[in-house]
């Protein structure tokens, strides 16, 4: 029996070769979704709109953004370092609602969902500028939902932190010893969440199902930001 979660609905996935873009893509059309992948940056002002427009109708947004954490003491963080960290992950964000979001008004319905990181709900030694744009990520996503709840769109994130993804956890990293070593040390759940695990959890805020969810932010992290 195919499977009919997503089917009939039309979703761009940003940043699609990225971070969880990969498997996003394969899950999403395994759930009969028409999935639009885009590998562009985004980080040109005009660039989100033109990608909106060029995409057509839309039923859902997966907005994946990803760069490589920058890892500076935070005394050291210079400013282009912290203009270009929210020039990939929060201002093309708030360009991408800006432009999917008055068809979805239009007819009262529509799915955003940001891939976002659980480093802004748990404070990381050396993270000060990643994690500020990924708090900015959140607390966006917080005020969105709320505003356009009324018209049957439904803006929601996941913070993720320990999923496997070849962006933030590649196979040289996994591999190290260290690495398993604090990974039973910090994660209650003992593991990488997996990719599908995660992409899965997507999918179904993308769907039907999700109609009730309005701001939230979804730790997906094995247990990370409580322990």
Known sequence: MPDTLLSGKRVLITHADLFMGPVLCEVFAKHGATVIASNDPLTGEDTPAALVAESGPLDALVANLAIAAPTTLTTEVTEQEWQETFGALVHPLARLCRAVLPGMIEKRAGKIVVMGSASALRGIKRTSTYSAARGAQLAYVQAVGVEVAPYNIQVNAIAQNFVDNPTYFP?????????????????????????????????????????????????VCGGWVTR
């Open 171 to 219: 196979a040289d990293v996994q591999a190290n010893p260290r690495f398993q070593e604090r990974l039973k040390r910090e994660v209650p759940l003992g593991r990488l969440v997996s990719a599908k695990e995660d992409a899965e959890f997507a999918a179904y805020l993308c769907s039907e199902n999700a109609n009730c969810f309005v701001g939230q932010v979804f730790p």
